[in-house]
């Protein structure tokens, strides 16, 4: 595999070797519901890393320039920015409280110094401008250093405002505010290439909006049934192409994938591309459509193709062929006799998410047992890590773990009965240019790069 | 609420039983549904369903998705028990078969109604809540009415402005309400013993066959959704 992207093989046969670089997030044990991870993602360049929560909260952190003197250490990332974005909310009408738990967020391309960002929860998105100020005026001649107005009559002379530095200060601050056009839960909000205009989908609709446009949008696929009896499907995730600005896909919950053409029509009902794998007769169950149900899907850099994350497999499908998948990847095919407890105790509704690496080669998503998967296009191989706090020494190399199906249970394997399925990795992000990958583990951000760079 | 301790008694039988079924699902050679269930695997399938479909309505805003799914669940479980029905009751265990298809039946019906009434209930909310979707005369037309189905297209084209949208959102909130159900003796604390009611409610007709604990399970189901879709008070 070559380029700067990571993840794969590189001509001369050397892995990358993924090493821990930061962990944020408290230790304890007692995790607070508002401090779980619920969103994470890079921004165009990568300097950018954002994560949201449950408690509605934003945390920015930007990667450090790289040191001359420390070569071997990559940039680190630093808090930059904390903000609160959204806050519990009561819905008046209906009785009942909205979440304030941060679904996506969504990163604008960088156009001025300033850089923007849209968080959403269930109802309402919202567009945050973070903006840094480094200085500030000094000698006004209407108001004091204090701020307290003179009294201009006793003004004898003027003088021009002389701008000083002063400590960084980043200020976030809500510059538009996207509300009431959704009627059931957002799961996903994706920019256009456009740059102008963004969709968000909920469990039944899918809406575009202008981004200088707060107080409407435009309805582009509606899939309520007239009689809400008859519901038997609904949205699960929506992402507009990377460059053709007219395309967008959306998926279901019966594992059908969509792609739609704006320019066909205003109200995208009916689809232009229809994506879905036959059902395999063998591996029929009663579970069958809900380990079909799409959790994610995720346009490749190029634009050529695209990956479905599914319950137990992860799906890269060629947009030019509708009847099957190009690749499919197994993550835990060792859950497929489980699926009767794990639909018990509802892990079997759990929405792992699924990313690419820069360069399209390779894939990740997460598992239970904070462990995620990544799979390498080009040769094929896959390999499974884990985020803990026990491999969290400074670059220290992550050891692949292997999950024992069968009835011997090898040394430093894991058998499947000792998985801890409260521990998801559900979120998971890429930089969009070097080795650098960030998995959320509940309250804790893993961070880790890899070590060749 | 009726009967907890037994309900709560009942949820930890369909664990025990989960857990059996569990153990069966672990069979690596076991290919799923190609060859039928057992009885007692699909029935322990559809109680646990049902279980869910129940936690599932009693939100105050009940996830659509994991709604969807359990009920699309239920489905495939009922039509693979339904054959089971056309069988005479095999001996051992004794009146299980039977008593899951009554349960089926009585269940199935009692489940659509409350499913269907709870996701009207739920479009008649939004057609209350839902600002009103302009019409593209400027910019890019975002929908054009001709091509969209009328009861849509009436939902999003009124707000709450009109007030005829208002009315009819209200009446249907509580048109669904069927207090009959409170005056049947029938639903009578287990403690009690059964009693036949003047009235009749959906289960009456299998009452003779259904266990006690059973019929206050399904009661709690139906006054479950049913609590749900009684709207605030005037007042509020």
Redesign the interface.
């Known amino acids: 595999m070559a380029g700067a992207g990571g993840g794969g093989c590189p001509a001369g046969g050397n892995d990358f070797q993924w090493c821990f670089s930061q962990v944020k997030g408290a230790i304890d044990e007692d995790v607070a519901e508002a401090d779980i991870i619920s969103t994470v993602e890079f921004n165009y360049s990568g300097d950018l890393l954002a994560t949201g929560d449950k408690g509605g909260r934003v945390v920015i952190f930007q990667r450090e320039q790289e040191n001359k003197s420390r070569p071997h250490s990559r940039g680190e990332y630093n808090v930059y920015s904390t903000f609160q974005s959204h806050e519990p909310e009561f819905?008046y009408?209906?009785?009942?409280?909205i979440e304030e738990k941060i679904n996506k967020i969504r990163w604008l391309p960088q156009q001025n110094a300033a850089h923007f960002l849209l968080s959403t929860n269930d109802k309402t998105i919202k567009l945050w401008k973070i903006s840094e100020r480094d200085k500030r005026a000094e000698g006004y001649n209407l108001k004091d250093e204090d701020g307290r107005l003179r009294d201009p009559f006793r003004i004898t002379a003027l003088r021009v405002p002389i701008l000083k530095p002063m400590d960084l200060m980043v200020e976030a601050s809500p510059r538009r505010i996207f509300a009431?056009?959704h009627?059931?839960?957002i799961n996903s909000i994706s920019v256009n290439s456009d740059h102008e205009t963004y969709l968000s989908a909920d469990?039944?609709r899918i809406n575009?909006w202008h981004l200088e446009i707060t107080d409407?949008?435009?309805?582009?696929v509606?899939i309520?049934p007239?009689?809400?009896?008859e519901?038997?499907?609904?949205i699960?995730a929506a992402e507009f192409h990377p460059h053709q600005c007219n395309v967008f896909v959306y998926s279901s919950?019966k594992g059908t994938i969509r792609l739609c053409d704006m320019r066909s029509?205003?109200?995208c009902d009916r689809h232009s591309k229809f994506f879905e794998e036959p059902e395999d007769?063998?591996?029929?169950?009663?579970?069958?459509?809900?380990i079909s149900?799409i959790s994610d899907v995720k346009f490749s850099h190029s634009g050529r193709y695209m990956m479905s994350r599914d319950y137990l497999s992860v799906k890269v499908w060629d947009l030019n062929m509708e009847s099957r998948p190009l690749e499919t990847h197994q993550v835990h095919e060792y859950l497929r006799?489980?699926?009767?407890?794990l639909?018990?105790n509802?892990c079997i509704?759990d929405k792992f998410e699924c990313c690419w690496n820069g360069s399209d080669s390779a894939i990740m998503t997460g598992s239970y047992n904070n462990f995620f998967r990544m799979f390498d296009r080009d040769t094929r191989r896959d390999v499974t890590l884990e985020a803990s706090r026990e491999s969290s020494k400074p670059r220290a190399s992550l050891k692949p773990r292997k999950v024992c199906t069968g009835g011997k249970r090898k040394k430093d394997e894991i058998s499947v009965d000792s998985l801890d399925f409260n521990k998801k990795i559900l979120h998971t992000a890429w930089h969009p240019a070097d080795s650098v990958i960030a998995v959320a583990a509940t309250n804790n951000l893993y961070i880790f790069q890899d070590k060749i760079n | 609420m009726l009967s907890k301790g037994l309900k709560r008694k009942r949820e930890e039988e369909e664990e025990k039983e989960s857990l059996a079924v569990d153990a069966l699902w672990l069979d690596p050679g076991h290919a799923a549904v190609a060859q039928a269930p057992p009885t007692a695997a699909s029935s322990s399938l559809f109680d646990l369903s049902v279980i869910k479909l129940h936690h599932s309505l009693q939100q105050s805003e009940p996830d659509l998705r994991h709604l969807v799914l359990v009920v699309n669940t239920l489905r495939r479980i009922q039509a693979s028990m339904a054959p089971a029905a056309a069988l005479p009751p095999v001996p051992s265990p004794p009146a299980a078969p039977s008593m899951a298809d009554n349960l089926l039946a009585s269940s199935d019906a009692a489940l659509s109604a409350s499913m269907a009434s709870l996701l009207e209930d739920l479009s008649h909310i939004e057609g209350l809540s839902q600002a009103p979707q302009p019409l593209a005369d400027e910019g890019p037309p975002g929908r054009s009415i001709g091509g969209v189905a009328p009861s849509l297209g009436a939902l999003d084209l009124l707000g709450p402005a009109t007030g005829c949208l208002l009315d009819d959102g209200l009446e249907g909130l509580f048109e669904d309400i069927d207090t009959s159900m409170y005056d049947n003796e029938l639903w009578a604390p287990a403690s009690e013993g059964l009693k036949p009611g003047p009235e009749d409610g959906p289960g009456k007709e299998e009452a003779p066959e259904l266990d006690e604990a059973e019929l206050d399970y399904l009661m709690d189901v139906l006054v479950g959704t049913q609590a749900l879709e009684r709207p605030p008070g005037p007042g509020r």
């Open positions: 819905d009408l209906k009785s009942l409280e009431n056009a009627t059931y839960h469990d039944l575009l409407r949008s435009f309805n582009i509606d309520k007239a009689n809400m009896e519901l038997t499907e609904v699960t919950s029509s205003a109200l007769p063998s591996s029929r169950s009663f579970f069958s459509e809900i149900s006799s489980k699926l009767c407890s639909y018990e509802d509704f």
